[in-house]
């Protein structure tokens, strides 16, 4: 058999969404169903893999794949079907969530789980399944679709639903793009009568009383997230701030034909009117260092001692990680990875407790802390737990990379001895053994066979998936 190597002016060096990693790959950007499955044939005469790569928010190598072809879906990009009555949308895999909620809220509705940026695509928020600040009540976006379609490496389209080749939908959703590629996404909005929200801000001493207050207020609100101060130590280990939000009522916004335009929400390019937001990282990047971490989280934590209650856009809230364009790129030029696990309302304290003490000892604390309330769901490869989550933001430098990797793996082993659980468009450490441990046997092996299924010839790979399931 004769083969080839794509053209050499398609190789192209990736990076994940932190610029901790990167790999040259041989990219393309498929429009069409039909060129998807012309990859594939050409992956599989000439022995090349094949990853799917959306918007790259990913803070691991989930879209990276040295060697390989990615497939940069973002031009599939279409709205299919919205019917605004019913709230039920059909769009194809590279439509963003900004795209999705500009597209929605006119007409009084919302993504019902959205993440932490509004930039990730559809496919890739299928992929790994995101969770919002509202997974304790609705649970993953997985939970909010009604039917996907996909197109298998075998070259066969399927259909699948959560009462139609169930098995398929459970698996594909959080299979982290190995199994298929989402070619159409249905999916039921959220109803709203306001493009506001009602917002309560307020601190926390520490640990303790974060997750006390996050587990108090999930009932009784739509939305809680908390922000931790990682670099806090002593009494004030886990101190922060939480912010908790409702959606407002029928009649409760005097104007909801303006909050709700598009131009309400859009988030503000410049800071005081004046100062463009997208030179600011670079005025941070010389505050992210231990001290001054600690003096601007300190400050951040008095200035939230007075509490807060307010209304505030729907973008606002959702997508803090958008408010400063670039801000990874403050973290210098061997980026950032992002930590995070899921543990069980029992243990949760007491695990952080010690993942916070250690990353003290060991000279690398967390620069950023973030804390969310969650249920466990039915997904095949699934991160969620009947508790907390926490995710640390850590500062990658030539020095550090390897004692942080060393630190990380501790880490893991505190979080499975707690009965925690990962998700793998976060951790960039994450072993096979590990994997196997929280996932269980079970799982994995329903995975394996899958995998065998619907990709016999192991065409779907990435760096990711070779780390975690290498040899599967």
């Not at 996404?185 to 997750?211: C, I």
């Amino acid at each position: 058999m004769t083969t080839s190597t794509p053209p050499y002016e398609r190789l192209t060096y990736l990076e994940n969404f932190g610029h901790s990693l990167r790999a040259a790959s041989y990219l393309y950007k498929p429009t069409t169903t039909e060129q998807i499955s012309e990859i594939f044939k050409f992956a599989r005469q000439n022995g090349l893999t094949v990853t799917l790569r959306g918007a790259g928010r990913s803070y691991n190598d989930a879209a990276l794949n040295g060697g390989g072809i990615v497939l940069d879906i973002q031009d599939m990009n279409r709205i299919l079907e919205w019917n605004p009555e019913t709230g039920l949308i059909k769009a194809e895999p590279g439509v963003t969530l900004q795209k999705l909620w500009q597209h929605v809220l006119p007409d009084g509705w919302w993504p019902p789980v959205v993440s932490g940026t509004m930039y990730t695509t559809l496919g890739g928020c299928l992929g790994m399944n995101i969770h919002g600040k509202n997974n304790f009540k609705l649970g993953t976006i997985g939970e909010q679709v009604v039917e996907f379609t996909a197109l298998l490496p075998t070259g066969a389209e399927v259909t699948c639903s959560p009462t139609h080749n169930g098995d398929l939908f459970y698996s594909l959703i959080s299979g982290m793009g190995v199994l298929g590629v989402f070619t159409s996404v249905t999916m039921k909005m959220k109803k709203m009568y306001s493009g506001l929200l009602d917002v309560h801000a307020f601190p926390v001493r520490n640990l303790h009383e974060q997750l006390n207050a996050i587990a108090e207020t999930a009932p009784t609100n739509d939305y809680t997230v908390g922000w931790l101060d990682s670099t806090a130590g002593g009494s004030g280990l886990g101190r922060g701030q939480l912010h908790t939000a409702k959606y407002l009522h029928e009649g409760d916004d005097p104007d909801p034909k303006k909050t709700m335009q598009v131009s309400y929400q859009t988030l503000p390019a410049t800071m005081f009117g004046v100062f463009p937001k997208s030179i600011i990282h670079f005025f941070m990047a010389p505050f992210l260092i231990n001290p001054g971490v600690w003096l601007v989280n300190t400050a951040k934590y008095v200035a939230s001692l007075r509490e807060g209650h307010y209304k505030q856009p729907h973008a606002a809230f959702h997508f803090l990680l958008d408010y400063v364009p670039n801000w990874e790129k403050a973290y210098g030029r061997d980026g950032l990875i992002q930590y995070q696990s899921f543990v069980p309302k029992e243990t949760a304290e007491a695990a952080w407790t010690e993942l916070l003490t250690l990353s003290h000892k060991r000279g690398m604390p967390s620069y950023l802390g973030v804390t969310k309330r969650h249920r466990p769901d039915k997904f095949l490869l699934s991160h969620a737990v009947d508790g907390f989550s926490l995710a640390l933001d850590f500062k990658v430098t030539n020095g550090s990379r390897a004692p942080m990797r060393d630190m990380l793996r501790d880490f893991d082993r505190i979080v499975l001895e707690a009965g925690g659980r990962f998700y793998f468009a976060k951790n960039s450490e994450t072993t096979p053994e590990t994997a196997q441990r929280f996932l269980g046997q079970e799982a994995v092996e329903r995975f394996k066979a899958l995998k065998r299924r619907t990709d016999p010839h192991n065409l779907l790979e990435s760096d990711l998936f070779r780390r975690v399931f290498g040899g599967l």
